[in-house]
């Protein structure tokens, strides 16, 4: 069975145990990833959605995140002494297709537990996380008083001639 998602403005085919490069997903490695815009279900029986297959997802895990290749932009006007050179490397995320789940299906139990455990894990830590910041908000650390500058002396009043 495979899919078709649309994610980061792109859409891919995948299929069960495929990795594939997306644009830079707000999620660390090792983190699962739903993907719910799934536009076609193929198979022994294809399904299109207009435009989304409703009740379909797709879910991975992210492997990694990087930088692809640098690539150069450079921009000229002949006879014109007109030069400009950059240089752009694209983030992107590393994502393997664990299961495509077709409307009204129920994923494995073991990517279920997976998820369950990784939720669970996280809340305790988020509360541990949340009481070190407190703590340090409130010893803030006294203002630093302002720098004195000198001040110039006075200019002297020029004495004057007697002739």
């Known amino acids: 069975m495979f899919a078709v998602i649309k994610t980061g403005g792109k859409q891919y ?3 069960a145990g495929d990795e594939i490069l997306v644009e830079k997903l707000g999620a660390e490695a090792g983190d699962d990833v739903v993907f719910g815009e799934v536009l076609m279900l193929g198979g022994d029986k294809p399904v299109m959605g207009s435009p ?6 797709v879910t991975g ?7 692809a290749r640098k690539i150069v932009v450079f921009k000229k006007r002949r006879r014109q ?21 077709a409307p009204g299906s ?3 139990a073991k990517a279920a537990a997976k998820t369950e455990a990784k939720s669970e894990d996280k809340a305790p830590a988020a509360k541990k996380a949340a009481a070190p910041k407190k703590a ?3 010893k803030k650390p006294a203002a ?4 004195t500058a000198k001040k110039a002396a006075p200019k002297k009043a020029a004495a004057k001639k007697e002739d």
């Open 81 to 101: 002494n007109y030069r400009r050179k950059a240089g752009h490397r694209q983030h992107f995320s590393r994502v393997r297709i664990a299961e495509i789940l």
């Open 144 to 147: 630093k008083k302002a720098t």
């Open 106 to 108: 129920k994923p494995k």
């Open 61 to 67: 895990e992210l492997i990694d995140n990087g930088r």
């Open 52 to 57: 989304l297959v409703e009740g379909a997802s």
């Open 136 to 138: 340090a908000a409130a």
């Open 13 to 15: 085919k995948v299929a």
